[in-house]
């Protein structure tokens, strides 16, 4: 069970439909508590400073809502690899405990499969998966 009482559930089908790409992307929508915002951005900052670090992490966005109390962070992995590192590194691993202090996840969604160690994870937060899917990256 994740957010709301939701279970995780994929899209995946057991024929996968054929995607030009490995890539991964993830949509957290978080709302900030009340005289938390500081707090909050500078959890950001520090979410930020690492992912950069990580290789396989080809974007990381928190982008805010005008009021600054809703915020989404748009994330891009390069494969299943590069997003387990990133959950297993210290963005996921030390930071979002302290982040779920000062903002409420509402929603995630993973676009692209994960990998099942992922897929797990994720579902702590109520996560969707989408996998069956055409597209391609340039």
């Known amino acids: 069970m994740g957010l709301n009482g939701r279970s995780i ?8 439909t054929r995607v030009s790409t490995g890539r991964i992307r993830l949509l957290v929508e978080l709302e900030v508590h009340e005289g938390k915002e500081a707090e909050f951005e500078a959890i950001a900052q520090q979410m ?8 396989g992490t080809l974007a990381y966005h928190f ?5 600054r109390k809703r915020c989404r962070l ?8 590069a997003i387990a590192a990133h959950f297993d590194g210290p963005a996921v691993t ?4 302290q982040l779920i202090q000062v903002a409420t996840p509402v929603r995630m969604e993973v ?4 990998g099942p160690h992922v897929t797990a994870l994720a579902a702590a937060f109520g ?11 340039r």
Not at 9 to 16: A, P
Not at 63 to 67: H, K, N, P, Q, R
Not at 74 to 81: L, N, Q, R, S
């Open 9 to 16: 559930s994929s899209t995946q089908t057991t024929k996968e």
């Open 48 to 55: 930020v400073a690492v992912s950069e670090q990580e290789p």
């Open 63 to 67: 982008v805010m809502s005008a009021d």
């Open 74 to 81: 748009v994330e891009g992995y390069a494969d299943i690899t």
């Open 94 to 97: 030390q930071f979002v405990p």
């Open 111 to 114: 676009y692209g499969y994960p």
């Open 127 to 137: 996560a969707e998966v989408f996998t069956a899917w055409q597209g391609f990256d």
